[in-house]
């Protein structure tokens, strides 16, 4: 009998699982402790009862359910004969209390905290998921080219080798992303027809991504904000994979709120960074000119899910990012835009009419209604004499009327499409205006840096308050204890001349920010920084450089992917300080 539960061998694994945006049931997390096994729970009969409703995992007490505990907000772990049951809209993450602890101390507590687990799963299940009708023809293997999309991305219609057609659902389709930011144009695609209703089964082409091989730390990267508050913004990498990210890693002015700079459907390129194993992502100092990778496929075969420039709209307030008719904004590729271009108006939810409009269509009715009766009556006294008259002025003057009320109606509706025409255009400027002003700010920072020029007498007064400043910038308060500026750190005679040499735009301030993370320990982690000792001439076993003194020279790269790109050298000192040697070309390897 095939197992109805999840043994959890990697916490924290289960625990991102969780904490991810993109699960369609509730998920039930069954602790066991393996000294104590009178009054462990019964996994069993919990997955017996619960069925397809909820995900049932077993984890064991021990090293995997701390690190679950470690990647849950506080007080939501589950430890020793204990159990918890998960929502899948993570309102619990926010309010632990919504997800309470089932403990098991003895063995009728145990029975106990078997049925409240059951209990809390089916009063989380508002809808029963219905039982798949019995399938008369087995589906049969095919293949096919995607040809077009419909119904805002929910469809794609494939054609067939043979050259018939049939569609791909998207909620048949896990994740439920739209269908068009998945597939292309023109791909070819294999899946199981059902020849009754001439629908495609595409699960076979699923492709999970994993974290650890997408990304290494310091790269530049997609994401989608999927919730935007003015403290936080939660951003999603690929789905099931969200991470909330603080306004001191959004801004570095406290005075900015992060739903100012960030809109809820943009996708925004951040900094993927790992601290202490943590992932961390932050849109502090992503600069224009470097590469930004492409988001993972979500199908073999598929097109990366994420792409610049391409956005939802702002979200409804149940704050999920793939809603089965999500909408889009204007522009190349947008989504929710009509199928044949659309125009500015498409990325407009459609509006209620105001009440006057809603007003004037029920007057409209009700005389279309009288005049409908005053024609019978015409058509049935057309013998009736000054009856009949009577009747016909009422009925010129209801049609007098009528067309008025019409005239009015038609207004109405200009001046409510016009003003849906104004909201998108404004919507998109808004969009534009919050992307701009999240771009602007590390030019700012570098303009501010390169202020100090003209105010010291000598440049190395200069740099030790260039430094000093560019560290209190670019390091967040929270990590600034972490990463405290050494106070023994030296320059060699030429360095300030080196660095001050140039005068090409934010090439000090990158400098600069390359020299504090040399300071801190940071660039080692750092793969962008490119760190690696500068060795004596060009040969693969060349030694590195020493000193007489026996200091040790290292590079590490300040700029990528343009010309003459900027190198750092800097000597290590046997007593582990450093001395800043010289800002080079990228060419140049002298010491």
Not at 67 to 95: I, Q, T
Not at 403 to 427: C, F, Y
Request: with cysteine; net charge negative; aromatic share 4%.
């Amino acid at each position: 009998m095939e197992q109805a539960y999840v043994v959890v061998t990697s916490g924290k694994e289960l625990a991102l699982r969780l904490t991810g945006a993109g699960r369609t049931r509730p998920a039930a997390v069954i602790s066991w402790h393996p000294e104590q096994r009178d009054n462990r729970i019964d996994v069993e009969h919990i997955a017996r009862e619960i069925g397809d409703l909820a995900e049932v995992y077993w984890l064991e007490n021990g090293p995997e359910s701390y690190a679950f505990g470690d990647s849950l907000p506080a007080g939501a772990h589950v430890f020793g004969n204990a159990a918890r049951v998960y929502s899948e809209d993570l309102r619990w993450m926010k309010d632990v209390h919504r997800s309470p602890l089932r403990t098991a101390r003895d063995r009728q507590a145990a029975v106990r905290a078997a049925e409240d687990i059951i209990e809390d799963v089916l009063n989380l299940i508002t809808v029963v998921p219905p039982k798949a009708a019995p399938v008369r023809t087995a589906p049969r293997r095919v293949s096919g080219i995607v040809k077009a999309f419909a119904s805002a991305g929910s469809r794609a219609i494939v054609e067939l080798v043979d050259g018939s057609c049939c569609t791909i659902q998207r909620e048949h389709v896990s994740p439920p992303v739209r269908l068009d930011w998945m597939l292309e144009l023109g791909q070819p695609v294999d899946g199981d027809l059902n020849d009754e209703d001439k629908t495609l089964d595409i699960k076979d082409l699923r492709k999970t991504p994993r974290l650890a091989e997408l990304y290494c730390s310091g790269d530049l990267v997609l994401a989608l904000a999927e919730e935007v508050c003015a403290n936080s913004a939660k951003l999603t990498l690929y789905p099931g994979s969200s991470w909330s990210v603080e306004r001191a890693r959004v801004s570095s002015n406290p005075l900015d709120a992060v739903d100012s700079l960030v809109t809820e459907g943009e996708v925004v390129v951040a900094r993927f960074l790992r601290e202490c194993g943590r992932v961390v992502l932050s849109l502090l100092d992503v600069d224009d000119d470097a590469d930004v990778l492409d988001a993972p496929a979500l199908l073999t075969g598929g097109t990366p899910w994420l792409q610049s420039g391409r956005h939802l709209t702002e979200q409804s307030v149940s704050g999920r990012t793939f809603p089965a008719e999500a909408a889009g904004v204007p522009g190349t590729g947008a989504v929710g835009a009509e199928e044949d271009g659309g125009s500015a108006a498409a990325a407009v939810p459609d509006a209620r009419p105001p009440v006057a409009l809603m007003t004037v269509q029920l007057q409209l009715e009700a005389e279309r209604r009288k005049v409908a009766a005053l024609q019978e009556l015409v058509s049935a006294a057309s013998q009736s004499g000054a009856g009949l008259v009577s009747l016909q002025r009422e009925l010129d003057a209801l049609r007098a009327e009528l067309a008025a009320e019409q005239h009015i109606a038609e207004a109405a509706r200009a001046t409510l499409q016009g003003t849906a025409v104004r909201l998108a255009r404004q919507q998109e400027e808004l969009l534009d205006l919050r992307a701009y002003k999240r771009r602007a700010q590390p030019a700012l920072k570098r303009a501010l840096t390169a202020d100090s020029e003209g105010l010291f007498a000598a440049d190395e007064e200069r740099l030790t308050h260039d430094v000093y400043l560019a560290w209190a910038k670019n390091v967040p308060a929270s990590d600034k204890a972490r990463q405290a500026l050494p106070s023994d750190w030296t320059a060699s005679p030429g360095f300030a001349a080196s660095l001050y040499g140039f005068t090409e735009p934010g090439v000090v301030a990158k400098a600069l920010k390359a020299t504090v993370e040399v300071l801190t320990g940071a660039a080692e982690r750092n793969a962008a920084r490119e760190v690696h000792a500068l060795r004596a001439n060009s040969g693969g076993d060349a030694a590195q450089t020493v000193r007489e003194d026996g200091a040790k020279c290292f590079r590490a790269a300040i700029e990528q992917n343009v010309a003459s790109a900027r190198r750092l050298h800097y000597w290590r000192l046997q007593d582990g300080t450093i001395e800043l040697s010289r800002v080079v070309v990228h060419d140049d390897f002298k010491p």
